[in-house]
């Protein structure tokens, strides 16, 4: 079952533009990750932020976690072409001993 | 190099046949997962294991077996019995399995029927 749900589900920019992608999840969670996922790759993790913080930085990533609305957005500043790639948030759900489910992702296209 | 390979990249299968997926990590891991990616979609767990020689099934594990005889190694067989193989197969491993971790991915294997 997919939890959290990203959005937009395609996103197109300029280069330099920031970038921007949220998540929405469903029920309690002890944290929540971004992952990224370049075309035909594996994931790789981006940054994690627990259910006590609100906001985390991580080089030209920022993310934020409001677990009141139960969302999360991503953040990429100054974008650049290498950033092109699908985005997904994972959420750890505390009713299903924390497994960890993936969102359907967003697809970031870099414009040049 | 300290890593997680997959290994086809790419694999055929016939109609009716069974077809493994090696998973090898030397990152000391305890927990490994594999993942099924459909086209524009997220990914959907088939199978994970916490330790060796214990795996639990995971929301799509209908056609599916695995095993983990050894804590570096999580192969997964594509059984006849799964009628719609063809998919991107992701495996992944972590230090504990407690979804308070970092998971560590493969490069992937791309299965096609022929």
């Known amino acids: 079952s997919q939890q959290g749900e990203e959005d937009p589900q395609a996103l197109s920019i300029q280069e330099g533009e920031n970038a921007t992608m949220n998540c929405s999840y469903k029920?309690?969670?002890?944290?929540l990750q971004w992952y990224r996922q370049n075309s035909g790759r594996g994931l790789v993790h981006l940054i994690l932020?627990?259910?006590?913080?609100r906001e985390k930085h991580s080089g030209r990533l920022r993310v934020t976690l409001d677990t009141s609305k139960k969302s999360s957005s991503l953040l990429i500043t100054a974008s650049r072409a290498a950033d092109t790639a699908s985005y997904f948030c994972?959420?750890?759900?505390?009713?299903?001993?924390?497994?960890?489910?993936f969102g359907k992702g967003t697809r970031l296209h870099i414009l040049p | 190099d300290g890593g997680i390979t997959q290994s086809p990249k790419y694999l055929f299968r016939k109609e009716g046949q069974n077809v493994t997926l090696s998973c090898e990590q030397n990152?000391?891991?305890?927990?490994m997962y594999w993942y099924r990616q459909d086209p524009g979609q997220g990914l959907r767990l088939i199978y994970y294991?916490?330790?060796?020689?214990?795996?639990q099934k995971g929301d799509i594990a209908e056609g599916y077996s695995v095993s983990r005889e050894k804590k570096e190694s999580f192969p997964l067989t594509v059984t006849s019995a799964q009628k719609n193989p063809t998919a991107f197969y992701l495996c992944?491993?972590?230090?504990?399995?407690?979804?308070?971790?970092?998971?560590?991915f493969g490069p992937g294997t791309r299965l096609l029927v022929l």
């Open positions: 994972a959420t750890a759900d505390m009713n299903r001993d924390d497994k960890i489910i």
């Open positions: 029920t309690s969670i002890n944290n």
């Open positions: 932020i627990r259910s006590n913080e």
């Open positions: 992944a491993s972590s230090i504990g399995e407690d979804g308070q971790e970092t998971q560590y």
């Open positions: 990152l000391n891991h305890d927990a």
């Open positions: 294991s916490q330790i060796v020689n214990d795996f």
